[in-house]
């Protein structure tokens, strides 16, 4: 080898040492992809109806990616009838037409190094704060940005702080409609125990707009809250107005063993601008077992109370009918290999209030049996 090419080298070898610990690789060498695919059957069935028999599927896939250190991307594309924010299910039917495919999240997240605490968000993202399916689906994915705030007060002491600004329907030629949130959250290290306390509350603008839609379009949402109508019979609005409040305690005993946590959920929420009394909603979950690993398993139950006006029923729990019902959940998981799981759920429903106290009121049973995908 030539020499001076030799001492070259040489000379560069410490230079190529320290650019190669400095410089990280560019961002598309970091992305990570993921997502899970479901099919299942899904059976209803309910005294004096004909039995219903329907199978599904849902699809994600979900791409991240570090763009540098203090900003990431998320973009997440699902199945599901574009028509439903609550819900990427895809029925099969229509005569084996393609399914469509839609862009379900799209989101930027700017948490700088210098102040770790601080993480803002703008995009199409799903909720930042502790939440239940009595107010949001976890299918929804919100528009519009947040702000959070998140520290340890001391060891085992962790509090967090959420600010929401939603739109929900922009207008051209009229006001918007819109969701402002806001959100705290304390969690509690006892050892190999856990306690987290949240409270938020969601202020809603121009909400009509959400129940017209739900009658005429663009949503194909449920639509159980009380209402008003025009002349003509047609949907105007809501009766009530909607600012919730929604309280939740979280407390998680962890066992011997690390697969089989016990997880215990109470909520309550209460729409304060209700016109009637039909304003509050109550929540409690109980799960056993973090289902995950091979031969691994885990069981829950959900019971909820559902008051009709306690917050717009277009993006509550799909799987329930909207609000003013009362529903009892069991749910069953066993893995059969990593990443991949046997699902089983009954759902039991029943409406809180009928319009008529002589109308039939029988419970709607719905069984779900599935079997997922996670990669």
């Known amino acids: ?12 070898t410490p230079f190529q040492s320290v650019f190669a610990q400095t410089t990280s690789p560019p961002w598309y060498e970091r992305i990570r ?12 069935y309910q005294d004096d109806v004909e039995t219903r028999h329907r199978v599904r599927l849902r699809l994600r ?13 998320q973009v997440q594309i699902s199945s599901g009838d574009p028509g439903t924010p609550v819900s990427t299910n895809q029925t099969f039917t229509e005569f084996f037409q393609p399914k469509p495919i839609s862009l379900d999240r799209a989101y930027l997240a700017y948490n700088p190094k210098a102040a770790p605490a601080l993480t803002l968000g ?17 299918d929804l994915n919100f528009e519009g940005g947040w702000e959070q705030v998140s520290w340890e007060a001391r060891d085992g002491l962790e509090i967090s702080l959420v600010g929401l600004q939603l739109a929900v329907n922009e207008r051209s030629a009229s006001e918007d409609s819109y969701m402002l949130g806001g959100a705290g959250k304390v969690g509690l290290g006892l050892g190999r125990h856990s306690v987290i306390l949240s409270a938020a509350n969601y202020a809603w603008g121009n909400e009509d707009q959400i129940a017209v839609a739900s009658v005429g379009g663009p949503l194909e949402s449920v639509l159980t809250n009380l209402v008003r109508r025009g002349p003509g019979g047609n949907v105007i609005g809501y009766a ?18 690390a697969q089989y946590p016990l997880r215990l959920l109470a909520e309550f929420a209460r729409n304060t601008e209700a016109s009637t009394d039909r304003d ?27 008051e009709q006006d306690v917050t717009p029923s277009a993006f509550v729990h799909s799987d329930l009918p909207g609000t003013n019902m009362r529903a009892h959940v069991l749910d069953h998981s066993y893995v059969l290999k990593t990443g991949l799981s046997l699902d089983t759920t009954l759902h039991f429903t029943k409406r809180l209030f009928l319009e008529s106290p002589t109308a039939p009121n029988p419970w709607l049973t719905r069984l779900h ?7």
């Open 1 to 12: 080898m030539n020499r001076s090419l030799l001492f070259l080298l040489l000379l560069l």
């Open 33 to 44: 992809f993921g997502g899970d695919f479901r099919s299942r059957y899904e059976g209803f």
């Open 61 to 73: 896939v979900r791409l991240d990616t570090d763009i540098n250190e203090d900003a990431r991307i």
């Open 122 to 138: 703008i995009g199409k993202f799903n909720a930042p704060q502790t939440t239940t399916q009595l107010v949001f689906d976890d």
């Open 240 to 257: 009530s107005q909607f600012n919730v409040v929604d309280l939740i305690a979280e407390t998680t005993f962890r066992t011997g063993d």
């Open 280 to 306: 509050s909603g109550l929540w409690f979950e109980a799960e056993y077992g973090a289902p995950r690993a091979t031969g691994t398993w885990g069981a829950s139950y959900t019971y909820g109370w559902s």
């Open 369 to 375: 049996l599935g079997v997922v995908v996670r990669f």
